[in-house]
């Protein structure tokens, strides 16, 4: 399965089963807004627009001098991916490692490397391995490492008429969780399939939104509940069939499709691709019984948008029984989705009057008492399904376009929203599959053309930094970032007209992706840091704290008299590594027990003489005798070239008793003892104090540095710092200190 498929050819999961279920009826009265549900902001602020970093290929973070302070009313959403795991029937089936292991894989469909045909594939591994979206660990990494790099929301991608019930539930719990303890968390909202959105939305309020669950956690727009739904087609009830193959409707003939349906209705609906032509037409009338029967309602459709879900309402309210919907007088290209066997019960298919095998999709519209309720409920926008488009009216939002991106506006004119990606899968000037020659990978771009060819070209992201700029230059309210895990794409062998022996849509390989979310190998972080300093550009920055005057910390002194000392340098807490979670579809278990000592709170105080660290954990420390204990790595000359990963000293990397460490330098080649320096250590504080001498800081000179602690590494790989014990700040960034 594909979610182009879904998006952009109407293949509907619900219809591989047979008849769509009819939605429950949503509860009365819904759930008023209160302004207790807007939950006070976390309270520890971990200030992680001030940390410092510089990615695999050098680019360091800008700061507040280069791109100024926080700017209100700009907004960073990310698409974000809730079906890894409920589509497990197979793999986990790497592209990138079949491509490997067969290079000519491609023109081999029945090669045994392969999952089933439509089955999901992997183009590569996330850093956190082929995981399930259940599982907790890495939900909560997610959530810090969006909230870190400045990302407000997520959009959940709900587009193929499923919602992911169990996996959002998981999602919120955890976030939930993070916040009561005090740490940042992106908001939720749901983008809903673009043509057929009735369902979604009518399942999405009555699950979450109706009983309130998780309040704190929902997306605000214009003071309500964000979603991202076209409000002109919530209209009922759908009887979806299969949107398998559409029947093209020729100029003199009609198509027609009887439905037998069990409940008053007020209108009908059907889907009509249009082959990604514009200016299509067509005529639908609605008849009692069959053809022939007394025509109840009729109505010319103009300009149809790709595929849409076409309303034939009626002038009064229609009891239950028997009806047929017939096409006729067609302009341009056009067709009526459907399936080539019979699948919808009590239905039949009809060409100039003539039943036929198959069934046409159909639905109907029926009076819903809750429709009204949910209408008000929400902050409705209308998703853009297309690439080429651009808005169709105001309130519309976009998910993903080719370069130069449209500006979205709202009814009152204002720049409201543009979509920035990764990569988008489009060959030329149409929707096209990601592994067809031509598609537009990571390294294309527009104005320069396609960099793929050059060396290293995949690790730099051209074409996010070229959407990028673009909205920055626009500077809308909101910008939709896709994506960040997406991950998977089915295995087809035709698409959008395009027939090869194996083709991937929206993933293919490591170029041929739009995941943002870090990877093991290849490209690793760099998008991600990426990502954070486009944030940055887009939202401002505030300045570093100021360091507290000099002041001598007596070694063997009362710990108060730290108290005072800024600044406060804040890691989120209850975020050491624990993990126990079956991988995707249960090939394999991931274990993780390195989370030992929870970092909680940093600070630094200097006098002419010496630098002294302090450090205190959440619980109290662990023996010193444990290996990785409590280590401290400090880049002294901001540059990542000229030390390991950019530290040029680490402490505590060999403690020789419970009151003396050691300072290491970085030679080069590895790391070479310099001196011993003292240490304390009391239930779970600890200092350590450090001579300016053996930092090269002279006695009256103000200086800064860049530092971090980390605990209970498991190998010298910098990813340690993300998936492993504890690290503050997280991942690749840094505390920067700045003397008095």
């Not at 079949?98 to 992997?122: F, N, T, V």
């Not at 979604?200 to 991202?228: M, S, T």
């Not at 995949?458 to 309210?477: C, H, I, K, S, T």
């Not at 005072?564 to 274990?591: C, I, K, M, S």
């Amino acid at each position: 399965m594909t979610s182009s498929l879904w998006r952009f050819v109407g293949l509907l999961s619900v219809g591989v089963l047979g008849l769509a279920a009819q939605a429950p009826p949503l509860v009365p009265g819904g759930p008023a807004l209160r302004a207790a549900d807007a939950v006070p902001p976390p309270t520890r602020d971990a200030r992680s627009d001030t940390w410092v970093a510089t990615d695999g290929l050098g680019r360091s973070l800008p700061g507040a001098a280069e791109v100024g302070p926080p700017r209100s009313g700009r907004t960073v959403g990310i698409f974000y991916f809730l079906w890894l795991g409920a589509h497990e029937e197979h793999g986990p089936k790497d592209v990138t490692q079949i491509l490997r292991q067969d290079p000519e894989a491609m023109q081999k469909p029945e090669s045994p490397l392969w999952g089933p045909l439509h089955a999901p594939h992997h183009w590569g591994e996330p850093l956190f391995g082929y995981y399930r979206t259940d599982d907790r660990y890495v939900l909560r990494k997610h959530a810090q490492m969006l909230s870190d790099a400045g990302v407000d929301m997520v959009l959940f991608d709900v587009t193929n008429q499923l919602t992911y019930k169990e996996y959002y539930m998981a999602l919120l719990d955890e976030w939930a969780s993070v916040r009561q303890q005090g740490a940042r968390t992106p908001q939720v909202a749901f983008l809903c399939p673009f043509w057929t959105p009735q369902k979604v939305v009518a399942e999405l309020y009555r699950d979450l939104y109706q009983p309130g669950l998780h309040p704190e956690l929902w997306f605000r727009w214009q003071g309500k509940p964000l979603i991202l739904a076209d409000p002109a087609l919530l209209t009922g009830t759908q009887d979806v069939v299969r949107n398998d193959v559409p029947t093209r409707l020729e100029p003199g003939h009609t198509l027609g499709q009887t439905v037998t349906l069990r409940e008053p209705f007020v209108a009908v609906q059907a889907p009509f691709p249009t082959y990604l032509t514009q200016d299509a037409a067509v005529t639908l009338s609605l008849y009692r019984g069959g053809p022939g029967g007394a025509r109840l309602a009729t109505q010319r459709f103009e300009n149809v948008a790709d595929n849409a879900w076409l309303t034939l309402p009626c002038s009064a309210v229609q009891e239950a029984g028997s009806y047929y919907l017939e096409a006729t007088d067609p302009r341009g290209q056009i067709g009526w989705w459907g399936a080539p066997q019979d699948v919808l019960a009590d239905g039949q298919a009809y060409a100039d009057g003539v039943a036929v095998p198959g069934d046409r999709s159909i639905g109907h519209q029926r009076q819903d008492s809750v429709l009204a309720e949910t209408r008000s409920f929400f902050t409705f926008r209308a998703p853009q399904a297309s690439y080429f488009e651009g808005p169709l009216r105001p309130d519309m939002w976009s998910w993903l376009e080719v370069y130069p991106q449209h500006v979205f506006r709202n009814a009152a004119g204002v720049k409201e929203q543009m979509s920035v990606g990764v990569a988008q899968n489009a060959v030329g000037n149409r929707l096209g599959s990601m592994s067809e020659r031509g598609a537009r990978g990571r390294s294309f771009t527009q104005t320069q053309g396609d960099r793929a060819q050059e060396p290293g070209a995949v690790n730099v992201g051209w074409n996010l930094q070229e959407q990028f700029e673009r909205a920055l230059a626009e500077d809308p309210e909101f910008v939709f970032v896709t994506g960040w895990n997406e991950w998977i794409a089915g295995r087809f062998n035709d698409f959008g007209g395009v027939k090869l022996p194996v083709m991937f849509v929206d993933q293919f390989d490591q170029e041929h992706s739009r995941d943002i979310e870090p990877m093991l190998g290849g490209h690793g972080d760099n998008y991600y840091y990426l990502l954070t300093s486009y944030i940055r550009r887009y939202k401002g920055v505030r300045k570093p704290a100021l360091a507290s005057p000099l002041r001598t910390i007596d070694q063997k002194g009362a710990w108060s008299q730290w108290d005072g000392v800024q600044p406060e340098f804040v890691d989120d807490l209850n975020d050491a590594a624990r993990r126990d979670h079956a991988g995707y579809n249960n090939h394999a278990r991931y274990r993780n027990d390195s989370g030992r000592n929870d970092l909680a709170l940093l600070r630094i105080a200097c006098d002419r003489e010496t630098v002294t660290f302090y450090a205190e954990t959440q619980g109290p420390l662990s023996p010193w005798t444990d290996a990785h204990w409590m280590e401290l790595f400090l880049d002294l000359d901001g540059q990542r070239g000229s030390g390991w990963e950019g530290y040029d000293v680490m402490v505590n990397r060999t403690v020789r008793a419970a009151e003396t460490s050691t300072l290491m330098r970085w030679s080069g080649t590895g790391w070479e003892t310099v001196a011993e320096v003292g240490l304390r250590v009391e239930g779970n504080r600890l200092m350590v104090a450090v001579p300016r001498r053996l930092l090269g800081i002279a006695e009256a000179a103000s200086f800064q540095f860049d530092f971090k602690w980390a605990d209970n590494r498991q190998s010298e790989a910098l990813s340690e710092f993300t998936v492993n014990g504890d690290a503050a700040p997280n991942g690749r960034f840094n505390y920067r200190y700045q003397s008095p």
